[in-house]
C-alpha cells in the first residue's frame, strides 16, 4: 500500500470498498502504519533499515518510512504518519543529527511520548548512547554544527527530545552486529 510520498505496508488482504465497509475497525486504524522509522540517509536506507523492513513485511508489520519527501517542504505529512504510529523507532547513527528534518521529528515524537499517544525504542545504530544523551563524539560534532546554524528555541527543542528519547531503554547495535 503505497502513502503519499512516503511508504506504508500492511500485508492484509488487498483492501477494497467492500473489506473497508466490513472491517471492525475504523478505516484510518487500517490505513495508519503501526510503526515509524526515524533515521538517517543512505547509510541505514539500504543497510539495516533494509533487513529491518524485510523482517517487518515478513512478519506483517506495518510501517512508514520516509522515502519521498522534499527536502525543504512542509512536514505536515511525517507528522501526521507519526500521530498516527503505535511505535515509532528512533535509529541514531554517528550522521543522525545533520538533519533537521530527523530532529524535527524527534521533537514530534517527544510530544506524542509526552502525551501518552506514542512509544519510541531508540536504536544506536554504531553510535554510544552516551554520546547522544549528551551531544557528544561524532555525533555531538554533528550536533552541534547543526546547532550553529539554527534557532535557540529549535535547539532546546531537539537538546529536549534527544535527552528524553535517548534515555529510554533501547539498543545498541556495535560494527559486529
Known amino acids: 500500500m503505497f502513502h503519499g510520498h512516503g511508504l506504508a505496508y500492511n500485508l492484509s488482504p488487498p483492501l477494497t470498498a467492500k473489506t473497508l465497509n466490513h472491517s471492525p475497525l475504523p478505516p484510518m486504524a487500517i490505513l495508519s502504519p503501526s510503526v515509524f522509522l526515524n533515521f538517517r540517509g543512505d547509510q541505514l536506507r539500504y543497510g539495516f533499515v533494509s533487513h529491518l523492513l524485510d523482517a517487518f513485511q515478513r512478519h506483517g508489520i506495518m510501517f512508514f518510512v520516509d522515502k519521498n519527501e522534499q527536502r525543504g517542504k512542509d512536514m505536515t505529512n511525517l507528522f ?23 530532529m524535527d521529528e524527534l521533537v514530534k515524537m517527544k510530544k506524542c511520548v509526552d502525551n501518552g499517544s506514542l512509544q519510541v525504542i531508540p536504536i544506536f545504530y554504531k ?23 539554527s534557532s535557540g528555541e529549535q535547539i532546546k527543542n ?15 547495535l556495535g560494527d559486529k552486529r
Open 127 to 149: 553510535v554510544r548512547a552516551s554520546d547522544v544523551n549528551r551531544k557528544t563524539g561524532e555525533f555531538g560534532e554533528k550536533f552541534w554544527a547543526l546547532a550553529r546554524v
Open 80 to 102: 501526521v504518519r507519526i500521530e498516527a504510529s503505535k511505535i515509532a523507532l528512533a535509529i541514531f547513527s554517528s550522521r543522525y543529527a545533520e538533519s533537521s528534518w530527523c
Open 158 to 172: 531537539w537538546m529536549e527530545a534527544l535527552e528524553c528519547i535517548s534515555g529510554k531503554m533501547g539498543l545498541s
